[in-house]
């Protein structure tokens, strides 16, 4: 390494090596040659060489024989000196190791005689450790059944403030009772889980005390809801909360509740009948005079307005109190109802009865119907007494129809308004068919007095008075039939029974009347009592169509008579009667019977002549003087008419009578061309000139 200033001289020849080597020591293991092998096999790329060449180079080394030989002696006795060095170290640290075994030994002799100590130490407080844990475990179940006792006494036992609250008088019914009253309500119904356990001895004792306290409670709301009915104000708009939450709560025990409505109806009814009196005569029921109340009666001497004033104030009493009792039960009609399905759940005569049976559901409103039907029977008990002195002394037929009307509008609206099982619609209905008998018993005293005057037919054939008194009657009947409340399905069979009392008798009079008179003047007579009766029902045609179709049937019937008496008129009046009368049978068509016209005596020329003079003498005033057949009759539209379809019937007839001449006259034309030098008949129709069209013309 000559950088390093190591030098390796290679020896000479002559002196490292005496000749050339002969192949045999070549052959033979040389310690030179093999460090020479082994230097060169060495690969200077291996780190630990070249490590231990600058180990070299940092000693300073120089490469000479010397110091190659003092090399391995170098190292040598430093590595001499490390191992003194590292042994006197050790010397040191197993002087400590020695000095840390007796630190041990005494650390060990210590704990085994503090272990000694704590063996016996825990020898002596073993049964007092053993107590103090017993007594622990005693403690925390201790502190739990506290816990558990405490939270039963809170959920299924009452305070003595709670009890108190509950069950005494003295205390008010305000929101901690119904609180008291739904925990002890919870209770009860808890104490069902604790009837799953082998010993049901306390939940059948607690349930026994709650319901003997819930009893108590139950008792006590009663009589509170009693007393607030007494002074219960309905016309109060803001009535008591209190009240309404007492009466759904006591809805749970049925019996209670019903005695309390029974209560509060009889109070109600007591009101009602004390303020209808006092309506009636300005006067209270203890005879204290009120200035500031218009008496009803003053309008006793007007029947229909003193009914009216009555049956109102009843309707507007009603409708007060329902509206008053809908905010006290209706507001919370679920509720109320709930509270009842409850209760009659829970009723012992429920249990007992048959399971297939249950109990009816609550209906609110009918039980408020019923209510109000209650509250309002005192007023109806003075009122249908009132009404019915009312109809009794009535003497006039249409104020007993107008009665009856009235009646029947107030029982359609309380039914409206109660239902239709409500004693006042009772009432209603009673007193409505016994102003009807009164309305009919009058109707009927009427037409006796009228029997009379069914013998005297007018001169002018006109509707008899008592008729059109009848109508004028009947017309006001109707009008106040029109602003009644029927539907309009039953109007006209509603209607019917009124008509046969009020219409009927005065018709069949007239029809008897026109017995008694010849015709025509008894159809113009009956003609003009039927107009009458149709112009008066055909403004009212909703409820009298069917009457009105029959009267115009009659009508029809009677004109047709009178057609007939007019067509008779006409044949008779013109002499042509046994002319038409002998060729009505006879027609032009067949030849047989043209030729048998003039072989008959009503064509020979004397009556043939004579009948033409007796036309032309009457058709000059012929529609004159039949119109002046019906002249009595008073519509004039009508008896031109049934002359117009008379004088038709007539010119038919002429016209088939001049038909049959004309053939006959051709025949005979023709039979005469046959005989040559015959005798010349005379034309029957020059001696009967008269043509369809003329008279047509002169009859129209």
């Known amino acids: 390494m000559a950088s390093n200033g190591l030098t390796v001289p290679v020896p000479g020849r002559d002196e490292a090596s005496p000749g050339p080597l002969s192949p045999g020591l070549g052959r033979t293991s040389n310690p030179l040659s093999s460090k020479v092998t082994s230097v060169l096999s060495t690969s200077y790329a291996d780190s630990e060489f070249r490590e231990s060449l600058a180990l070299l180079d940092e000693r300073g080394i120089s490469n000479t024989a010397e110091a190659r030989r003092r090399l391995r002696l170098d190292v040598q006795k430093e590595v001499i000196d490390s191992n003194g060095k590292i042994i006197t170290e050790f010397g040191r640290v197993a002087e400590q190791l020695r000095r840390i075994g007796t630190t041990i030994d005494k650390l060990n002799k210590s704990y085994q005689e503090m272990r000694g100590h704590v063996a016996a130490a825990h020898e002596s407080t073993s049964s007092v450790l053993e107590e103090a844990s017993s007594l622990m475990t005693q403690r925390r179940n201790i502190e739990t059944k506290q816990q ?84 219960l104000n309905l016309e109060n708009p803001q009535i008591n909360s209190s009240v309404r939450r007492a009466i759904r709560v006591l809805a749970e025990r049925p019996s209670l509740f019903q005695n309390c409505l029974d209560f509060f109806a009889e109070a109600r009814e007591q009101i009602l009948s004390d303020a209808f009196y006092l309506a009636l005569t300005g006067t209270s029921a203890s005879g204290a005079k009120d200035n500031s109340v218009k008496p009803i009666e003053l309008v006793a001497h007007d029947p229909l307005r003193y009914a009216g004033d009555m049956l109102a104030w009843t309707h507007s009493a009603a409708v007060s109190e329902r509206e008053a009792l809908e905010i006290l039960f209706i507001s919370d009609g679920n509720e109320i109802a709930k509270g009842i399905q409850e209760g009659r759940e829970n009723e012992l005569w429920l249990l007992m009865a048959d399971e297939t049976d249950g109990p009816p559901e609550f209906d609110a409103v009918k039980a408020l119907n019923e209510l109000v039907d209650r509250d309002v029977s005192g007023a109806a008990r003075i009122l249908r007494q009132r009404v019915e002195q009312v109809i009794q002394t009535n003497e006039e037929t249409i104020l007993a129809y107008k009665l009856a009307n009235l009646l029947g509008f107030y029982r359609v609206t309380f039914s409206k308004l109660l239902g239709d099982d409500s004693v006042l619609l009772q009432s209603m209905s009673n007193l409505e068919s016994e102003a009807l008998r009164q309305f009919r018993s009058l109707m009927r005293d009427h037409i006796t007095t009228l029997e009379g005057e069914f013998q005297h037919t007018p001169s002018d054939l006109g509707p008899p008075e008592f008729l059109q008194d009848s109508l004028k009657q009947l017309t006001a009947i109707m009008k106040t039939y029109e602003t009644s409340l029927a539907s309009d399905g039953d109007r006209e069979a509603d209607f019917e029974p009124i008509l046969a009392e009020s219409f009927d008798p005065f018709l069949a009079g007239c029809e008897n009347m026109s017995k008694n008179i010849s015709a025509p003047r008894n159809s113009i007579f009956l003609i003009n009592c039927l107009l009458a009766a149709q112009s008066t029902l055909e403004p009212f045609q909703s409820f009298t169509q069917t009457r009105v179709s029959r009267l115009q049937s009659a009508i029809d019937e009677h004109s047709a008579k009178l057609v007939e008496s007019q067509y008779a008129f006409f044949r008779s009046e013109s002499a042509l009667e046994p002319l038409f009368t002998a060729l009505a049978p006879l027609s032009d068509a067949r030849k047989g019977d043209v030729a048998q016209v003039a072989k008959l005596d009503a064509v020979q020329p004397e009556a043939l002549a004579r009948a033409a003079q007796g036309l032309d003498d009457f058709l000059p005033s012929a529609v004159m003087d039949a119109m002046e057949n019906v002249k009595h009759l008073q519509d004039a539209g009508l008896a031109r008419e049934i002359t117009e379809e008379a004088a038709e019937r007539f010119c038919v007839d002429f016209e088939h009578v001049e038909e049959l001449l004309v053939a006959a006259d051709e025949l005979a034309e023709e039979e005469q061309e046959k005989k040559v030098g015959g005798e010349n008949l005379p034309s029957l129709r020059a001696l009967f000139p008269r043509t369809t069209g003329e008279i047509r013309v002169l009859l129209s």
């Open 148 to 231: 558990v006792l405490k939270a039963f006494r809170e959920h299924f036992v009452l305070s003595e403030d709670e009890v108190a609250s509950l069950t005494l008088t003295a205390e008010p019914v305000d929101d901690r009772f119904f609180a008291v009253l739904s925990k002890a309500k919870r209770i009860r119904k808890d104490c069902e889980f604790l009837l799953g356990f082998e010993s049901q001895t306390l939940g059948l004792e607690i349930m026994d005390q709650t319901s003997k306290h819930l009893n108590q409670a139950f008792q006590k709301l009663y009589r509170w809801v009693q007393k607030e009915f007494k002074t």
